[in-house]
T-cell receptor
Framework: GENVEQHPSTLSVQEGDSAVIKCTYS??????FPWYKQELGKRPQLIID?????GEKKDQRIAVTLNKTAKHFSLHITETQPEDSAVYFC???????????FGAGTRLFVKA | GAVVSQHPSWVICKSGTSVKIECRSL??????MFWYRQFPKQSLMLMAT?????????EQGVEKDKFLINHASLTLSTLTVTSAHPEDSSFYIC???????????FGSGTRLTVV
């Protein structure tokens, strides 16, 4: 079946450094790739997403890149801050109405 | 964006009892809702797709007779955990498929503890 692989499972960076999380998907028909941030005990919050018709999208300190040929997409967080510490999930899905497949999550620690 | 209300936010029940969790789409008519389960320190795992007016579609390994899903209207889907056992203790989250721009909005989640 479809799956999404996410790496690394844990990432520790110093405040101010950059963090990169990478995901690979298997369903070539996927065309929507959201990223969620989940703080302890809370619902996942959408932080950025990208559709298959673009290769890169940026929102302040967060950027996502997509390589459809390789079926890779990545989350880049620059100038990390302690409040960025959370679990981040990547996901892939097809057009609306089709299920979203999540990666296993990356636990990001930003050390002050 | 779409507003999704999920209740209860937490529940403790005795082993063998049933628990119903509600997921309401407050400002969007949702023909499709999704139910996820999340064990501690693990990813969200899709349990089933809830379709308004028809039977839910369950993922492999999810017992449909144990996790009853009812999507009777465009704004409400319910998940009933029947004959709950301690191993069913988990964080259950629903999400609404907005379809228009592929967006998905999550409910606040329900932490179920079976004792």
């Amino acid at each position: 079946g479809e799956n999404v692989e996410q790496h690394p499972s844990t990432l520790s960076v110093q405040e101010g450094d950059s963090a990169v999380i990478k995901c690979t998907y298997s369903d070539s028909a996927s065309n929507y790739f959201p990223w969620y941030k989940q703080e302890l005990g809370k619902r996942p919050q959408l932080i950025i997403d990208i559709r298959s018709n673009v290769g890169e999208k940026k929102d302040q300190r967060i950027a996502v890149t997509l390589n459809k040929t390789a079926k890779h997409f990545s989350l880049h967080i620059t100038e990390t801050q302690p409040e960025d510490s959370a679990v981040y999930f990547c996901a892939a899905s097809r057009d609306g109405g089709f299920k979203t497949i999540f990666g296993a999550g990356t636990r990001l620690f930003v050390k002050a | 964006g779409a507003v999704v209300s999920q209740h209860p936010s937490w529940v403790i029940c005795k082993s063998g009892t049933s628990v119903k969790i509600e997921c309401r789409s407050l400002d969007f008519q949702a023909t499709t809702m999704f139910w996820y389960r999340q064990f501690p320190k693990q990813s969200l795992m899709l349990m089933a797709t809830s379709n308004e007016g028809s039977k839910a579609t369950y993922e492999q390994g999810v017992e449909k007779d144990k996790f009853l899903i009812n999507h009777a209207s465009l704004t409400l889907s319910t998940l009933t955990v029947t004959s709950a056992h301690p191993e069913d203790s988990s964080f259950y989250i629903c999400s609404v498929d907005r379809a228009d721009d592929y967006g998905y909005t999550f409910g606040s989640g329900t932490r179920l503890t079976v004792v």
